[in-house]
Structure formats: C-alpha cells, structure tokens
C-alpha cells in the first residue's frame, strides 16, 4: 500500500498566490503548517497582523496580499521556497520511511479510523476535547510514520460551543458558524470529477452527505456534512454541533458517521484492510458493513464475522455510564428501515433485531442500545487507553468483550505540543528531529541526554515561555474584564499580572466533577496562605469548559471565578475563558506545574499532563490515568496512593490534604531554592525527569507503533515478525 491515500478534491479558485509561489497554497491547504514551525513563519510573513488574529493562512491567502514587496525580498522568496521544498519532500518520501517498510507497506488497503471529533488545529473547531485532541495527534503521527491512513469524522458548522463568563461567573454559550471556504477544507470530488456526496436513507427520504477533506500531512481526514442546499431544511443541521444534546438528534449524526463514512470510502472506491473505531460513536459502521455483504448474497452470521475479523475499537471511558447508549425503540424506529431493509424478503438488510441483541450492556437491558457493547461484540480487538484503565474497563466488559481489552497508553504528538523555546534546545544541544521522532528513536534516544542542555538555558527558555504565557492572558483577560466593565485603572493592573518569577500552576480541562477542580479550595486560608507569602510566592491559572448540560460543572466554573476575585486570591488566581487547543498550548507550555486531581479510577488517560511534561513542565496528580504508570518518583508528583477509600468525601479530603503538603513542604521550597547564579538546580533536575520519561513513553508515536503491531497487523491478517522493538530497533 502506497504510504498516503489521494483524495481528489476540488483546488480551492478564492486563494491566490503568485505562480512562481503557487506550493503555498499547497501548503495552506494541508495542516502540515500546525507541526512545522518555519511553514506557520512564512505565513505569518505574508501578514503579520492578520496571522495573529487567525493563525491560519486560509484567511491571509483570501484577502489580497500585496505580493510586490515580499517578491522583491530575495530572503522572504529563499524562504519560501525552501519551506515548500521541504513540504512537498515529506509528501513524496513516505515510502522511504522505515516504518513504512517495515510495516506499513504491508497493508493491502488503508486503515479507516472513525472518530466523532478531531482536534487538529483551534481554527478547525470540530472537537470538544481529549477524544478529539487524541485523533488529531493520532492523524499527525499517522502522517509522520507513513501508515496508509484515512479519518472519517463529521463537519460540524456550528461546532463546539465558545465559552465566555460573565462577571457573576456564568458560563455562557456562543455557537459559532464556520464557513468552509475560510477553513482549509476541500470538496472531495467523485470519479466524474463532480462534488462528491453519498446518500443516507432515513426514514421517509433520502439524506445527502457532502463529503470534505481535510488534509494533515500525508493523511486525508473525511468531513460528512448534511447542510447542504438539496436536504430538507430539517435535516441540514443533522451535523450541525458536536455531541448535540437532543438522543434522536443524536443518533442521527451517528448512523451519519457509520453508514455515510463507509459509503463515502466506498465512492472513492477504498477498500480499507482494517476498520478503527475510536470511540463508539462510529459503530454503525459496522452494521453498514454487514448489510453491504448480505445484500451482496453472504449469511449474515458469515457477514457479521468478516466485519469483525478486520475492525478493532478504542475504548474512552472508564465506567459503563459514561458510554453511549440509545433507546431501543429509537433504534428501531430510526436505523430499522435503512439496516433490515424496509424487512422486505430480498432486500438483504441485517435485522435490527439481531443488531439489538448484540449492542445489550452489561445490565442486559433489552430496551437499551449501548454502542460500546456493540463494538465490543463486533470487534477483533479492543484497547483501552492506559494500564488502569485497562484494569478497570476489563472488569466491568468481562462479560461482554469476547477478547482481552488491551492496554495502548495515549500519546501526544510532540512537535504540536511543543514551545518554540525547548524545541530550539533539543533541536541545538540533542540533534533532536522533531519531523520524525520515530526516525530518531533508534540510535539515538535522545531524550536521554538532556544534561547535555545547560542548566541557565534549560531555565532560559522555559521562563520564555512563561512570559508567552504570561503575556497571552493578559491581553485574554484583558478582554474578559472590560466585557464585564471594570475600569480602564483595573484593566491596565493586569499588565502585572503573571510574573513569571513567580511559580505557576496550571489546571486546564473539561469541568467535569469527578476531575474536583475545586480541590485546591478545600482549605481558603491555607491556600491563601500559600498563595500569598511574600517571599515565596503561588499563583494559579484555570481554564476549562463545562458541558452546556452540565450544572454541576459550571457550579465549579462559577466558584473558581468568584475566588478570584475575592480579596483573599485576589491577583494570585485566574481563570481563562474559552479553552481550546491555542490555550492549552500555552498553557502546557508556560506553567511550572501541571495540576490533576479527578477522583481515581475515572480518568482513563488524561494527555495534558504528556503535552506539559514534554515541555519540562512538572506533574502533580493523583495516581489516575497515565499518571499511574508514568510516575517515577523523581519525574513529579503522586497526590495520595494506589488505595481507593470508599468513602468519597473521605477520599476528596485526604487527596487535598496531600496536595497541601506537597505544595507547601516539597514545590514550593524546590522551585524557590536556588544556586548562585539564580538558578533552581534540584528543580531543574526535576524539569530534565519529566522530559526523558515522557519524550518517547507517552508520544503518539510509541502510541502508534503498538496499534500497527498490537491491533492493526493482526486485524488486517498480517503475520507480525519481531514484536515492539520500537524504542531499540
Ligand atoms: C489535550 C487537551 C485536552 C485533554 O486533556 P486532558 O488531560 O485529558 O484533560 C482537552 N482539551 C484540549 C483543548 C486539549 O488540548
């Protein structure tokens, strides 16, 4: 299999570029400039002032740049055309990629990953956090190693919502409405060169599906979008917004996904050799699958067995709750005609019946549809995402999954997640490759020469990034307090805000209870105590959404907001609106500590702490998720132990109690200790640990080389020679 799958797609005719720079658009057309530090440079500068507002070139290319002065700049055009070359290297080169021959090249088909969100860029606001952020990272590294991959998710117009606060703490909701011509999106086009689209029987009528693309590297990710003029104006939105609330709604948009995302792959004429469904969002695919092969004349027990001989599922979440469940007679009245065919003889559906009987959770409720069940049943192999959680998911599946549910630790794509500041360093002092850490692996392992980074610019650069950070806040709360109408005197106090001598905190995520962000308030005149002593100063930076249905996690949102601006946490407390991938970057760069502290075991990964922790950034948390494995002893901090007491609000106190001593008798005094020349020598010891454990263990691409030799290779029949040698190939 050639390492990436062409998808033809309309060439965008709104964004001009000179010929002798026409790879630009190229370039602006595939999220390759997201990982690339010099392609996002050039970008911005065509328009300084218009990539900092957008920080994407789409926008800049459409506006009418005036091209003369930057033709007449040899340097600006040298540039240029190097970061094309490079660009249009990488895309030819996959098949020289060692793991593509490895592996990859084994492949008689692509591997179809269906995902429900992507997190690729902040601009492309099609994920609403962890799932999404993983599929993103999944895609890029997917792109990095040459694996013959294609996504397949859903074009959400309206997206994920915007959050803002308002001055009494609310959390407040603000849909937005994307413009596919801004966005770097194409129109996938069908064999006769048309738009492509696929239809969807539902109920009553057909349902078109425009098939987009986006392009990450050497990886096409498919959009499905019903909003399109032909449809009923009912089921136009259908795609509308990420995980909307409405349960119909809902398994609308999911049959969408499963069935319109294997239509769209067969227009293209794709036949994938394995099937990956991350989540189980995507699982009518599998239905869809199974319907395809009795309409072409198979049993149904021999079609339900080939469908799960290539497919293989990722599991999210730790308890039976958190999965997606529909009413059974939803299910009937809703994907019953498109999957049994109308029940007419000859029709060659696949009984909806039976598919009900395989999607039964673990409670056996007949009137539920549980699609984790369902993938479960209808899969070769499953995993979870870290050791725990394995533990954990195949005790409460035991009954369900007929294989062993394997633990595949989650990864981050380092270059994505990287500080431009510690990046230079690895890329100076290590010879660090970071367009291909996999390339990098072998001989090298560079992560285990971090003394070789001197202490003063190990130091140096991370307090850059924290003035990035400090910097960055500001000018966002900046704009929050003068929505709420403080004054000009208050808003200008902000400049001072988020000195980055002073040890930062950083605790970014949904704000979902069982993740007790409001642990650190346990005790108000300890923490206040902590915070504000002179000499050894603390402060703390929130951010995080909570789910628009989701009272209690906006209560949380709520109460961290009012404790900010209380007199006691006054200046030494904040909360960041609107967290998306620009201001986790910032955050995961520009902090001292990575707080975490759900309530064990119901965080099943956790990646924010991998994104800091590359970055020289230190965790404290719970023993929770990657945590438990990841934890050294001397890479960071454990709040509490491997005991669960069951008692909840026990559990709660004593975490914070330990959370208080490690912050009062360990960080605090570590990061404030310093040599002669001004320098936290055991902090930074401390800062390299973090960094050489986390580099290659919790990388998407660790993560990726066990998916191809753990589920992909076995799923796709391909016998696997030497087992896991990444690392030491
Ligand atoms: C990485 C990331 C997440 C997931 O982080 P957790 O540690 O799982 O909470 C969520 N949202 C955004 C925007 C991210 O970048």
Redesign the pocket.
């Known amino acids: 299999m050639e390492p990436s799958i062409r998808i033809p797609s309309a060439p965008p005719s709104h964004v001009r570029v000179p010929p002798e720079l026409e790879g630009l658009r190229r370039l602006a057309y595939n999220l390759y400039w997201t990982w690339h530090p010099r392609a996002r440079a050039i970008f911005a500068r065509i328009d300084g002032v218009a990539w900092a507002r957008h920080h994407s070139p789409i926008p800049i290319l459409t506006a009418g740049v005036d091209w003369a002065p930057l033709l007449d700049n040899p340097d600006f055009v040298a540039e240029a055309k190097r970061v094309i070359a490079d660009f249009d290297h990488y895309m030819a080169n996959g098949a020289d990629h060692w793991f593509h021959r490895k592996h990859a090249r084994h492949f008689d088909g692509p591997i179809a990953y269906f995902c429900a969100e992507y997190?690729l860029h902040e601009r492309l606001g099609i994920y609403s956090?962890?799932l999404g952020?993983l599929a993103g990272d999944h895609m890029k590294s997917a792109s990095d190693m040459a694996l013959p991959f294609i996504g397949v998710g859903l074009f959400y117009r309206k997206g994920f919502f915007r959050q803002t606060i308002d001055a009494d703490g609310h959390q407040e909701h603000r849909y937005p409405d994307y413009d596919p011509h801004r966005l770097p999106l194409t129109r996938v086009l069908g064999r006769e060169g048309e738009p492509l689209s696929v239809s969807v029987e539902l109920p009553g009528r057909d349902v078109r599906v425009d098939v987009w693309a986006v392009h990450v590297g050497r990886v096409p990710v498919l959009l499905l979008d019903t909003d399109t003029p032909t449809n009923d104006p009912a089921d136009r939105p259908i795609t509308h917004i990420l995980y909307v609330r409405g349960r119909e709604m809902r398994l609308h948009q999911e049959l969408i996904l499963g069935v319109g995302g294997v239509r769209a792959l067969r227009a293209l004429g794709l036949r994938p050799a394995v099937w990956h469904l991350n989540e189980g969002h995507s699982a009518f695919l599998l239905a869809e699958r199974a319907r395809e092969l009795v309409a072409a004349g198979a049993e149904l027990d021999d079609a339900l067995t080939q469908v799960s001989r290539n497919s293989v599922f990722t599991i999210h979440t730790p308890v039976s709750a958190g999965n997606e469940r529909f009413d059974a007679g939803l299910v009937r009245a809703i994907a019953g005609p498109l999957l049994d065919g109308d029940g007419r003889p000859g029709t060659g559906g696949v009984p909806v019946e039976r598919l009900l009987e395989i999607g039964r959770g673990t409670d056996g409720d007949a009137g539920q549809f549980d699609m984790t069940a369902f993938s479960l049943r209808l899969t070769n192999g499953a995993n979870a995402v870290s050791r725990l959680h394995a533990e954990t998911a195949n005790t409460t599946w035991s009954g369900t999954a007929p294989h062993e549910i394997l633990a595949i630790t989650n990864g981050v794509h380092t270059p994505t997640w990287l500080g431009g500041p510690i990046r230079e360093l690895y890329e100076k002092y290590l010879d660090a490759d970071l367009d291909d850490l996999d390339a990098s692996t072998a001989a090298t392992r560079w992560w285990d020469r971090l003394d070789r980074i001197p202490a003063a610019e190990l130091w140096g650069a991370h307090l850059r990034q924290k003035s990035e950070l400090a910097l960055f806040a500001r000018g966002r709360l900046r704009s929050q307090f003068a929505r709420h109408g403080e004054p000009p005197r208050e808003l200008r106090e902000l400049e001072r805000v988020l000195d980055p001598d002073v040890l930062t905190i950083g605790f970014a995520?949904?704000f979902a209870t069982y993740k007790r962000a409001g642990m650190i308030f346990t005790d108000p005149e300890r923490l206040a105590r902590l915070v504000n002593d002179p000499d050894r100063p603390v402060q703390i930076v929130f951010a995080g959404k909570a789910h628009p249905a989701d009272r209690p996690g906006q209560a949380v949102i709520q109460e961290i907001f009012t404790r900010s601006r209380s007199r006691e946490l006054h200046d030494r407390l904040f909360i960041l609106e609107d967290?998306?991938?620009r201001v986790?970057r910032f955050l995961v760069q520009g902090v001292d500590v990575w707080l975490n502290n759900p309530r064990r075991p119901l965080e099943a990964s956790?990646?924010?702490?991998m994104?800091a922790a590359r970055n020289g950034i230190v965790n404290v948390s719970v023993l929770d998720g990657w945590w438990d494995e990841g934890w050294t002893g001397d890479n960071g901090w454990a709040i509490g132990d491997r005991e669960t007491i069951p008692d909840e609000a026990a559990q709660d106190w004593a975490d914070a109690m330990d959370l208080y001593r490690i912050l009062e008798d360990e960080v605090v005094p570590q990061y404030y200790e310093r040599d002669r020349r001004g320098l936290p020598q055991a902090w930074l010891e401390r800062m390299r640990r973090s960094m050489a454990t986390t580099l290659w263990t919790f990388s998407t691409s660790r993560m990726l080389h066990e998916y191809t030799e753990r589920l992909y290779l076995p799923a796709a029949g391909i016998a696997v020679g030497e087992n896991l040698e990444a690392a030491n190939r």
């Open positions: 997190g956090g962890g952020v995520r949904r967290y998306d991938m986790a956790g990646t924010s702490g994104k």
